[in-house]
C-alpha cells in the first residue's frame, strides 16, 4: 500500500521557521512530481510549491522568496522549508504526489493526511 505521512507541523510565531516533512512508503517504482498545498478554514486548497524528481521547482506567489521546496530521491521524501512566517500562512498543509507502484505500473496521486501549521502573531 502506498502511502504518505506528513510531519513538522505546529505552533510558530510570526516571522519564525519550520520545516515539512512527507515521505512515500511502499512498494514504489517511482516517484515523480511532488507537490505542497494548503488550506486555511473557508478557503479553497492551494498549491504552495511543486518539484519534480530532477529538482524544477515551482512557487506560489504569496510564498515566493519565504518557502523552499526540497527532495530527497533515495529517501522518497519531499520537505517543506518554510521561514519568515505570517499568521496568513496558518493553514493545513498537504503533501501530493505522482507515484506509479510497482504492483500496477500505472500513474495515480496520492495525498498525505495533513498537517497543521499555526503562526501567531
Known amino acids: 500500500q502506498v502511502q504518505l505521512v506528513e510531519s513538522g507541523g505546529g505552533l510558530v510565531q510570526a516571522g519564525g521557521s519550520l520545516r515539512l516533512s512527507c515521505a512515500a512508503s511502499?512498494?514504489?517504482?517511482?516517484?515523480?512530481?511532488m507537490d505542497w498545498y494548503r488550506q486555511a478554514p473557508g478557503n479553497q486548497r492551494e498549491m504552495v510549491a511543486s518539484?519534480?524528481?530532477?529538482?524544477?521547482?515551482n512557487y506560489a506567489d504569496s510564498v515566493k522568496g519565504r518557502f523552499t521546496i526540497s527532495r530527497d530521491n533515495a529517501k522518497n521524501t519531499v520537505y517543506l522549508q518554510m521561514t519568515s512566517l505570517k499568521p496568513e500562512d496558518t493553514a493545513v498543509y498537504y503533501c501530493?504526489?505522482?507515484?506509479?507502484?510497482?504492483?500496477?505500473?500505472?500513474?495515480?496521486?496520492?495525498w498525505g493526511q495533513g498537517t497543521q501549521v499555526t503562526v501567531s502573531s
Open positions: 501530493n504526489a505522482e507515484i506509479t507502484p510497482r504492483r500496477t505500473l500505472l500513474r495515480s496521486r496520492y
Open positions: 518539484i519534480t524528481p530532477g529538482g524544477s521547482t
Open positions: 511502499g512498494s514504489i517504482f517511482r516517484v515523480n512530481d
